[in-house]
């Protein structure tokens, strides 16, 4: 069977993705800071689809973590879904900058570690996957967060860049996954109020990770699921950099 390690895998578009690839006869390894509710969430998945869920308990904040996440990688996986991330409470310069740097290590450096750590044996056999998930604040940079997202966004497409032309890298896939606003702790986690989000803009768990794995195999670098973030990230891209910080100063943090 195939095998997919998934960071953040407890909650929220983790806990989607390891349901949906146990159900597609993936074994997991679900890596989360905590030990308890990554054995629960593990044996539930092995009772319901019958497949082998280990458990990987680490904190990406910390090399100790990183490095017991680049360990298991080494030895091979068929998918590595970079999920773990977070939100500060507050904007820059109100957030702690312990905070601030926490986040970078949670959402660059380990993705860039594990990215590194996943691809060379994924190359030596010729097939594999990256799934780096990033934001559609990617495209409407607001602070640190969304500093930090665009950053996946660039390295997931450098990195699909520099592996095209290796030996075996034909079925090589590395996507960042971009999702707007989403049914999960996320927010409620970060201290943010989104009541005054209207419902159209929410996208469920299962389709954001469907169209994420859908475009994971049609070789898409950047998977923007949603016909309205699609039209949001394409107007970002033509309407001046103004007034596209003016905007994301007056909303919220995504996904």
Not at 163 to 190: D, N, Q, S
């Amino acid at each position: 069977m195939p095998t997919a390690l998934i960071t953040g895998a407890t909650a929220g578009l983790g806990a989607a993705f390891a349901r949906r690839l146990a159900s597609d006869g993936f074994d997991l390894v679900l890596l989360a800071r905590d030990a308890g509710r990554l054995d629960a969430y593990a044996g539930e998945l092995r009772d319901r689809y019958g497949v082998h869920a280990g458990t990987l308990p680490a904190d990406l904040a910390t090399d100790e973590g990183i490095g017991k996440a680049e360990e298991r990688l080494r030895q091979g996986v068929d998918l590595l879904v970079n999920n773990a991330g977070f939100g500060n409470r507050g904007a820059f310069l109100d957030a702690p900058v312990a905070d601030e740097l926490k986040m970078l290590k949670v959402h660059c450096e380990a993705v860039l570690r594990l990215t590194y750590a996943a691809l060379p044996s994924m190359l030596e056999r010729g097939r594999g996957g990256v799934v780096n998930v990033a934001s559609v604040a990617a495209f409407a940079t607001r602070g640190t967060y969304g500093a930090s997202k665009a950053w996946v966004v660039s390295f997931s497409q450098g990195a699909a860049a520099e592996i095209a032309g290796r030996p075996g890298a034909e079925r090589v896939r590395v996507m960042a996954l971009c999702p707007g606003f989403v049914h999960t702790e996320f927010h409620e986690r970060a201290g943010m109020d989104v009541s005054g989000i209207p419902g159209f803009m929410w996208l469920e768990q299962d389709r954001v990770v469907d169209e994420g794995l859908r475009d994971l195999r049609r070789g898409v670098e950047v998977s923007v699921p949603g016909v309205q973030y699609k039209a949001i990230v394409g107007l970002s891209r033509v309407i001046p950099p103004s007034l596209v910080g003016r905007f994301s100063r007056s909303g919220r943090k995504w996904d």
